[in-house]
Nanobody
Framework: QVHLVESGGGLVQAGGSLRLSCTTS??????MGWFRQAPGLERESVAA????????YPTDSVKDRFTISRDSAKNTLYLQMTSLKAEDTALYYC?????????????????????WGQGTQVTVSS
């Protein structure tokens, strides 16, 4: 069983920043991603990173504000979020796949991931 634990969520004012972290027990540089789900909406991909460190952001609204990165030595995934908006309010999940190399757009699909964390809440007040 692979475990993922997210941290770093919280309440922040619009325009502020947060950095989410996700530590996984699956070592070895597997592709990973961040997703979010707001109440009443479907889970959506926010960002993903391959085993080589290539990144992709499927949503234009976050592309210039969020940065995904990883520290493979620490088996930790990060999501740096800046200029936060009220519409970024959601439960944020990290996930790890079973492979290292993918067509990057395939990492926008939740089905590519084997294991998920429990989520960390991000609330942005306007």
């Amino acid at each position: 069983q692979v475990h993922l634990v997210e941290s770093g969520g919280g309440l922040v004012q619009a325009g502020g920043s947060l950095r989410l972290s996700c530590t996984t027990s699956r070592a070895g540089g597997y592709a990973m991603g961040w997703f979010r789900q707001a109440p009443g909406l479907e889970r959506e991909s926010v960002a993903a990173i391959s085993g080589l460190g290539t990144t992709t952001y499927p949503t234009d609204s976050v592309k210039d504000r969020f940065t995904i990165s990883r520290d493979s030595a620490k088996n930790t995934l990060y999501l740096q979020m800046t200029s936060l908006k009220a519409e970024d309010t959601a439960l944020y999940y990290c996930a790890v796949s079973g492979g290292r190399y993918y067509p990057m757009t395939s990492l926008w699909n939740a089905d590519e991931y084997d294991y998920w964390g429990q989520g960390t809440q991000v609330t942005v007040s306007s």
